[in-house]
């Protein structure tokens, strides 16, 4: 049994330690899981949903307390960790509505009747990284649950706390301990071992696109389902016709929250040429104005990241190559902190613009007109969101078209909102989370034909 040690990021004190779960305690966990699965889909719908308003209402109780981990596990703001706890309560109020509603169809045929069933799959592995512990495990456990299936869940080793404290409140929720499991471990020993074991019959991944990519070609080897949530290189597009002091204004925060540790970061600003000057003029105070500092002030809006090695890797890209336009401060002292930093490189290849930082790093690059807007926002290989600015509704909902992303915005970098899909387009991922169609992801279609013929 090996054990990891957690240190919070505004700080570098060590925190604790977990204990990592092994590939035998894993099997274990997952036969539990495939075991408790028949009870749990065969409760009654109201049951099931009763269940998981419990556990939503044990979380909204708990939100402070979980906000704390969080702010001490992973250095986020109290006011983001406060709306992702939140976040967790509502996507479990809204998923609870689906046991109740899980229709099939009657479908006209000849000769009798035929219906569908949506059937749970199974035991569902859920594999979660280290930037937004909470919301990501909500998303995949809520309609995985809701569609009568047991889930067993690996956190980021860095971020285990607040998913281990996730599963404490499913069980004072009454829901049965084999329902809803949280192993904390290494991606190599429990997340490979949800993709290897046949029990498992979907994986819910997010992270990095080269691990997503090995974790597709692994389930190909059991026709595994895969959901995959992976990378970004997000483009904020700011037109001519835009309110610019409203575009510059906002621009830092589509990049700088959660200190650019986010797959929606719009961290390729592209503006067009004429008013590119004075977008900087605008950019320059809203980037210093952000408030970066102790994670536990109400007012601070951008902690440190994540850990000394993405500390490192992010630092890698601000090498005195790419000319630096502003960068804001940080506090002295321990912490992994990195400030607001905007970079204006020479080209649209230079590596700061195809690659995801993953810090609070954007770049600022000219366009000319439309067509050239849509084409830089597209030389990616990722699709995941973007942002579009311009008083134009025609061309708002023209270029929001013409973006190959899952996820568009207009005057708005808002990305997630849990009663729409959200997901990629490319390199970005497979499948779609959240919205109105997501236990659909977690059933099989089963159809049932009924001769009536004598
Ligand atoms: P990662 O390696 O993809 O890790 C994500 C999750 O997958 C973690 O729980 C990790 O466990 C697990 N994992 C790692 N290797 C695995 C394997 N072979 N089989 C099954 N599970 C495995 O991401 P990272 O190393 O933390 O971050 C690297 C980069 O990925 C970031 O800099 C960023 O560019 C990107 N990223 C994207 C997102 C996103 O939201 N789309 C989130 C995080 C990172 P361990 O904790 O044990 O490694
Ligand atoms: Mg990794």
New binding site residues.
């Given amino acids: 049994m090996s054990a990891v040690q957690l240190r919070n990021p505004a700080t570098e004190q060590v925190i604790g330690t977990v204990e990592l779960a092994s590939l035998a305690e894993t099997d274990a966990a997952i036969e539990r899981a495939h075991r408790a699965q028949p009870a749990w889909a065969a409760l009654a719908p109201a049951d099931r949903a009763r269940l998981l308003r419990r556990f939503a209402e044990e979380v909204e109780a708990d939100a402070e307390h979980l906000a704390h981990l969080e702010v001490t596990n992973s250095g986020h703001t109290i006011g983001n960790a406060r709306w992702e706890a939140g976040n967790v309560a509502n996507v479990l109020n809204y998923y609870s509505a689906a046991p109740e509603r899980l229709f099939g169809r009657q479908i006209p045929v000849p000769g009798g009747v035929n219906l569908t069933f949506a059937e749970p799959l199974g035991v569902v592995g859920v594999?979660?990284?280290?930037?937004?512990p909470m919301p990501i495990a909500g998303w995949a456990l809520a309609p995985a649950l809701a569609g009568g299936n047991t889930v067993v869940l690996?956190?980021?080793?860095?971020t285990p706390l607040t998913a281990l404290r996730l599963a404490e409140l499913a069980r004072r929720a009454g829901i049965p301990d084999d329902v809803f499991q949280v192993l904390p471990g290494?991606?190599?020993v429990v997340?490979?071992r949800f993709?290897t074991h046949p029990a498992v019959r979907k994986v819910v991944?997010?992270?990095?696109t080269?691990?997503g990519k090995?974790?597709m070609a692994g389930c190909a080897a059991q026709v595994k389902r895969v959901t995959l949530?992976?990378?970004?290189k997000n483009a904020n597009l700011v037109f001519a016709d835009a309110d610019l002091a409203r575009a510059a204004a906002a621009a830092p925060y589509g990049v700088f929250d959660n200190a650019g540790q986010d797959?929606c970061a719009r961290s390729r600003i592209l503006v067009q040429r004429s008013v590119f000057d004075e977008f900087m003029a605008l950019l320059e105070p809203a980037v210093l104005g952000v408030v970066v500092g102790d994670p536990n002030d109400p007012a601070t809006e951008m902690g440190p990241l994540i850990s000394a090695a993405?500390h490192a890797?992010v630092s890698s890209y601000v090498d005195g190559l790419v000319p630096v336009a502003i960068q804001g401060k940080v506090p002295d002292g321990p912490g992994f902190w990195f400030p607001p930093t905007v970079l204006t490189p020479s080209s649209a290849r230079d590596r700061t613009v195809t690659e995801?930082i993953?810090g609070p790093v954007v770049t600022v690059l000219p366009f000319e007109d439309e067509a050239e807007a849509i084409a830089l926002a597209n030389d990616t290989d990722y699709g995941l969101s973007g942002s579009i600015w311009t008083e134009n509704l025609g061309r708002g909902l023209r270029v929001a078209r013409g973006v190959q992303a899952g996820n568009l915005s207009v005057n708005s970098h808002s990305s997630v909102r849990y009663w729409t899909p959200f997901g990629g387009f490319k390199s970005s991922g497979l499948g779609r989370e959240l919205g109105p169609d997501a236990v659909a992801a977690f059933t099989e279609t089963k159809n049932v034909f009924i001769s009536t013929e004598e």
């Fill in positions: 594999i979660v990284p280290w930037n937004f690996k956190p980021a080793e860095l290494k991606g190599t997340g490979q993709v991944f997010t992270g990095s080269e691990v090995q974790i949530e992976l990378g970004g797959c993405h890797k995801e993953f």
